[in-house]
């Protein structure tokens, strides 16, 4: 997925979930599933996403590019773009480095952030999405400190993060892996638009025949088409989307089990049930209180 994301077409695609706070803007996540399993349909935010797979492998969709990681790889999620991840191992375990580029800016204007940093927060530059393996190596000792420095947080702690992550930049200069910003393409456009369309109708019965014709291409040419740019299968994306969208209903709100299934396209709470603790390894019930504390 090369270049700068539509908002109008993406805003429904956009993450929510606020990250950080203004004295602590990185948040970490280190992402596995009980289950062995972890599918992050497509989203986008503005923050910057670096993942270092710690563990297992993982299939990584950045764009309309498919890469696959394992342990050790480091990848590099810049603002805005469209990005979607599932494990392929059950042992799968990636830690999540989320921030705002701004939190990295000077006060007094320098040739560091005025030449590098800058145009990153801009977009006017991007940087590749899988560090060739010399880079990742030195990216993960740095990675690495910072990781325990944000658990300990322990005195003069995030003076040590914040200079990590500026080390982790200079990394990325030193071996040219930041180039100008492409304009977005006619078949990113189309993904985007296939990926909302999903998305925003996801409570809806949808085929192969109604994609087909709602985006001009027979149902067997689109079903290649979405299996090539979207690295898996209709019917399992779309069940990812649902999926992903009861977890947000879930969390944010005290709907019956039955309302939560019709509305991210379930025929009965009992399949949504079943569905649910297949792919998460929880049921929904166990989800929620999980996750919010409520019952």
């Not at 970490?28 to 009980?34: E, F, K, L, W």
């Not at 986008?44 to 297992?56: A, C, M, P, R, T």
């Not at 990681?69 to 799968?92: A, W």
Request: hydrophobic share 40%; charged share 20%.
């Amino acid at each position: 997925m090369e270049g700068v994301i539509s908002m109008a077409k993406g805003r429904e695609l956009q993450e929510t979930r606020k990250q950080g706070t203004p004295m602590h803007p990185l948040k970490i996540y280190q992402m596995y599933d009980i289950n062995g399993k972890i599918d992050v349909p497509y989203h986008w935010h503005d923050n910057v996403e670096i993942l270092w797979i710690q563990k297992g492998r993982l299939s990584l969709m950045v764009k309309d590019v498919l890469y696959t990681g394992k342990q050790g790889d480091v990848f590099y999620i810049n603002p805005r773009e469209l990005h979607g991840m599932n494990s392929l191992t059950h042992d799968c375990t990636y830690l999540a480095f989320i921030f705002p580029l701004q939190w990295l800016q000077f006060v007094q204007a320098d040739e560091a952030g005025e030449k590098y940093l800058k145009p990153l927060g801009q977009m006017g530059t991007y940087i590749i999405n899988c560090l060739p393996a010399q880079t990742a190596e030195g990216a993960v000792k740095v990675l690495k400190e910072i990781y325990s420095l944000y658990q300990k947080d322990g005195e003069g702690a995030w003076l040590g993060i914040k200079a990590g992550m500026l080390l982790f930049y200079y990394y990325i200069y030193r071996d040219r892996l930041a180039s100008r910003r492409q304009e977005n393409s006619a078949c990113m456009d189309t993904l985007m638009e296939i990926s909302l369309y999903i998305q925003e109708n996801c409570q809806y019965p949808l085929t192969l025949k109604m994609l087909g014709d709602k985006f001009h291409m027979s149902p067997k040419y689109f079903s290649v088409y979405f299996q090539k740019h979207f690295a898996r299968n209709f019917s399992d994306y779309l069940m990812a989307v649902r999926i992903e969208n009861a977890k947000k209903i879930l969390a944010a709100t005290d709907a019956g089990m039955e309302l939560v299934a019709q509305q991210s396209g379930f025929s009965s709470s009992s399949y949504f049930i079943r569905v649910f603790k297949e792919a998460s390894g929880i049921t929904p019930g166990q989800y929620r209180r999980e996750f919010t504390g409520r019952h």
